[in-house]
């Protein structure tokens, strides 16, 4: 076979057409992400609708690896998500987001059972806790007690077209100064043996899972159940219209994964390269370099 002014053989085209192949995996597999939550993982446990949340609203998607971050965007049109952190804040990484809710910004936070996100809010100066404590409804549920159904839903722009939310193994909160949006249902219970079953110490009633807190001239919002924002939950009534809620009339949503373990390896490039013109001058050179090698091969056969 002739391509251009040179003969090239069905072995050529074979191992061309397995190094694009290679290539094409090993690029789709270093821009995505498994880690659980991630923006990045379009698997059952990723966090990859949520980006397609914020653009059905209308908004644009910002993945920040780094606090500073939060400096780049204007607090009064941007929502902020803080899911299920894998390390603890620094003060100095809190008070940026502070300042950022306090100048108009909303964030919210999503954790159930790991200790970083009461720490996150210790130091942002919210008073509403999560109480990592099992919560259970064996009436109110989705397909079992371990999945209840929340259907106590207060009137607010933040959970406009939301009459219940679907929770996965949640946790609760301790609301404090805080307004509550959602409720479980008067079935529920704190699992405190975590057996799986109401017991004689365990009494059946209603508890906080969404609240709200004014802070400055922004919101903390706290679910206490990061499983909401996955991708296998998102279509659980109603939870898709919750995340939208929180989208809805912003300009900007940020997806706040500096306290997560796994980043995916070309986005952190590609997230480097745009940020740096020395290293934009560096990539430009070789990739002018590499064009000029090929053409010069070409003419030289």
Known sequence: ??????????????????????????????????????????????????????????????????????ETVDPAGTVAFVISPERGYTDAEAARIESFVRAGGTVVVADDFRPHGNDLLARLGA????????????????????????TRVAADPLTRNVTRLTLNHPATVTANES??????????????????????????????????????????VVVSDPSVFINAMLDRPDNRAFAAALAADRQTVVLDFSHAEERPPLQVALRALRGSAGLQLLFGGLVVGAVALVARRGRLS
């Not at 074979?14 to 993982?41: D, E, I, Q, R, W």
């Not at 949520?50 to 500073?68: C, F, K, L």
């Not at 008073?127 to 929340?150: C, E, F, K, M, N």
């Not at 969404?210 to 903390?220: F, S």
């Open 127 to 150: 008073s509403a806790r999560i109480d990592r404590t099992p919560l259970r409804d064996d009436r109110h549920q989705y397909r079992a007690g371990a999945l209840p159904v929340a």
């Open 1 to 70: 076979m002739r391509l251009g002014s040179r003969e090239v053989g069905y072995p050529h085209l074979l191992a061309a057409a397995l190094l694009v192949a290679m290539l094409v995996g090993v690029g789709v597999g270093a821009g995505t992400s498994s880690s659980t939550y991630g923006a990045f993982n379009a698997a059952w446990d990723g966090g990859s609708g949520i980006r397609g949340v914020a653009s059905d609203a209308g908004a644009e998607t910002q993945v920040v690896y780094n606090t500073t971050e939060y």
């Open 179 to 220: 307004t509550v949006l959602v409720r479980s249902s008067n079935f529920s219970y704190l699992d405190r043996d975590d057996d799986g079953e109401l017991d004689d110490a365990e009494t059946l009633q209603s508890y906080p899972v969404v609240t709200a807190e004014r802070l400055g001239a922004g919101d903390v």
